[in-house]
């Protein structure tokens, strides 16, 4: 290490001090910045691959940093490292609408490589971000891709269930350019690890088939040595890092008070004093810095640009040409029929899998074999998104996406297109019982941000979500699919608007706005009618939203409205007077009986069509 690595080191720990102090949050996790410092600055200048003029530069090494409460040490690295993050970026730390916020996201700041914050997401999804780069290079070799994915977690990450499944995965998949640091200092915000974390975390790594390696925190030459270890063996590696959180605050090094809180001005101005920094200028710089001309994107694109396989590359990285899809011509279950569409694709940019139930969600043609591991499935699906090039998919049953929500919610947020197949998608599916029938994950999806909840009604609504999904590439989406078999509608498919209308009536008629399974329930009630009802196929809210006030009155109707939906009534009073919906758990029997039982039949469907009609004429009267 030379005088100048020192000197940069010491300024990365006064700005892990200076910005939270100064944001005046409370906090902002000065501790884990400053001794994460050398291991930082040693990634930055000498082992990693960047151009900072090319931040998405896809052969570039990946940094994910899964205990992203400490971003005020990326940042510095970032500004240092010349991206496009000022010195007035990092005095906005934490401010609204500045690119310094309180943990790292990908489309506010410049070199930031994924957005992490709940501890466990983003070792989970280094572990895709490093398959997809295995799976690229096989596709298109070295010269196009050749690249390392790195990982900063701490213990909180390691204690997360989601970070033992995606890293067992790892282990068996063989992943040997992820390389995770694990930051052992021994402390928690509650306090000393050993009052809830005392696993030999090194012999847990070694039994999932990782290699496993040891160094100083302020050992540069040992970190070095550890790195270029673990780059030569094609396992996966894990390099426990001690630290001392906190170094080298005088008072505050090594408590688990230095996680959180910002140093006070006094344990800030002593720890500069320490460092040879003055102790009473703010956000210092390393006088004398002058890092290497990178042009690496350009290389790469010229390497590109004379590859046999560059045209390949271009429809990976584009938004894909959908192929024809199956002609659906009788009654079939919407999970077979997707099974059909993923079939006829054949996109190899298209890959997925199951978490141990290929035969039951029809995605038999996927190439991940995930294994019961839900949460780490869809993480590993971000990771993959972030990565670039290849469209991810996962799938289970409908009930278990609660396993995933803590990724599907990040997907949301980054804006991730990552596809979830979801099937056996009511109390309709029978004997399994209540822990297996869906009630209230429709409410929880619909009620999250950027997230398409998308439930066809037939075979052909099936195709056309899996074509909308493909296309949508700036948010995930989740098709959600009947284990029965279901009859074709007899209009054309319109999907793409989120809702159409399925049987005409007069405007001032009574609409059925339903989905799935119950648009044909809906039919069927109507049929039993003796007046005209208009019945709505209404698989996507997302998209209906998004069509005109015009389109959405013609469809809507201006008659009394039922929703039917066999799954928790909330979010549907937006669109329709009553719901003929489920607001408790199932019962295990077959899923016809059941779907009397709870008053799912035509019968019941067109006894509340006609008391909604009548309550709705009558009232009328009474105004006039």
């Not at 996966?236 to 006070?264: C, D, K, N």
Request: charge should be negative; hydrophobic fraction near 40%; charged fraction near 20%.
């Amino acid at each position: 290490m030379t005088e100048l690595d020192q000197r940069v080191i010491a300024c990365l720990r006064g700005l892990s001090m200076d910005l939270p102090r100064q944001a005046d949050s409370g906090s902002g996790h000065s501790g884990t910045a400053m001794s994460l410092a050398p291991l930082g600055w040693l990634l930055y200048s000498k082992i990693m691959r960047y151009d900072p003029k090319a931040p998405q530069w896809p052969d570039r090494d990946r940094l994910v940093m899964s205990n992203g409460h400490a971003c005020v040490l990326l940042y510095g690295l970032l500004h240092l490292c010349g991206f496009d993050l000022s010195h007035e970026d990092l005095r906005q730390f934490r401010r609204p609408g500045s690119k310094t916020p309180g943990h790292p996201e990908t489309w506010v700041t410049p070199g930031i490589d994924f957005s992490t914050g709940p501890l466990g997401q983003g070792l989970a999804s280094a572990v895709g971000m490093a398959w997809a780069e295995q799976r690229l290079l096989e596709d298109f070799g070295p010269d196009l891709v050749d690249h390392y994915t790195y990982v900063l977690c701490s213990d909180g990450d390691l204690m997360e269930g989601v970070s033992a499944e995606a890293c067992s995965l790892a282990g068996h998949l063989g992943l040997g350019k992820l390389i995770v640091f694990y930051d052992d200092n021994g402390v928690t915000i509650d306090g000393p690890c050993s009052q809830s974390f005392t696993e030999d975390v090194l012999a847990r790594y070694q039994a999932y088939g990782w290699q496993v390696l040891s160094a100083e925190g302020e050992d540069w030459n040992g970190l070095e040595q550890s790195i270029r270890v673990a780059q030569a063996d094609p396992r996966p590696t894990l390099v426990r890092v001690r630290t001392v959180i906190g170094y080298p605050a005088p008072t505050m090094q090594g408590r688990s008070e230095a996680h959180s809180p910002a140093f006070t001005p006094e344990e800030i101005r002593a720890t500069k004093q320490q460092m040879g920094l003055d102790p009473d200028a703010l956000y210092q710089l390393p006088a004398g810095l002058e890092l290497p001309e990178r042009n690496l994107a350009a290389d790469w694109e010229r390497r590109l640009a004379a590859s046999s396989k560059s045209e390949l590359w271009r429809s990976y990285h584009a938004t894909p040409a959908v192929p024809p899809v199956p002609v659906f011509a009788s009654p079939i279950a919407t999970r077979v029929a997707s099974g059909k569409v993923l079939e006829a694709l054949r996109l190899p940019q298209v890959v997925g899998g199951s978490a141990d139930l290929a035969g039951s969600t029809n995605t038999n043609h996927g190439k991940i074999a995930f294994g019961v591991r839900e949460g780490a499935m869809a993480a590993f699906c971000n990771g993959v998104a972030q990565h670039g090039g290849l469209i991810p998919y996962c799938s289970t049953y409908f009930a278990f996406s609660d396993q995933m929500k803590p990724a599907l919610r990040l997907a949301a947020l980054a804006s991730l297109g990552i596809i979830c197949v979801w099937t056996h998608d009511s109390l309709a599916l029978g004997e399994d019982g209540p822990t297996h029938q869906p009630v209230e994950q429709l409410a929880t999806l619909r009620a999250l941000p950027n997230f398409w909840v998308l439930r066809p009604a037939d075979a052909r609504e099936t195709a056309q979500a899996w074509e909308v999904a493909l296309r949508r590439r700036n948010g995930p989406c989740g098709l959600i699919l009947s284990r029965q078999t279901l009859p074709l509608l007899e209009e054309a498919p319109q999907l793409e608007r989120g809702a159409y209308v399925v049987r005409q009536a007069p405007e001032d008629s009574p609409t059925l706005l339903a989905t799935g399974s119950e648009v044909h329930l809906c039919l069927a009630a109507a049929d039993l009618l003796d007046f005209p009802v208009r019945v709505v196929s209404m698989p996507c809210w997302e998209l209906f939203e998004l069509q005109t006030p015009e389109y959405r009155a013609q469809v809507l109707g201006n008659g009394p409205r039922l929703a039917v939906e066999a799954a928790a009534s909330l979010g549907w009073h937006r669109w329709a007077d009553e719901v003929l919906g489920l607001d408790r758990f199932g019962a295990s029997g077959p899923g016809a009986q059941l779907m009397e039982l709870y008053g799912f039949t035509p019968g019941a469907v067109a006894a509340r069509t006609r008391t909604l009609r009548d309550c709705h004429s009558s009232r009328r009267s009474t105004s006039a």
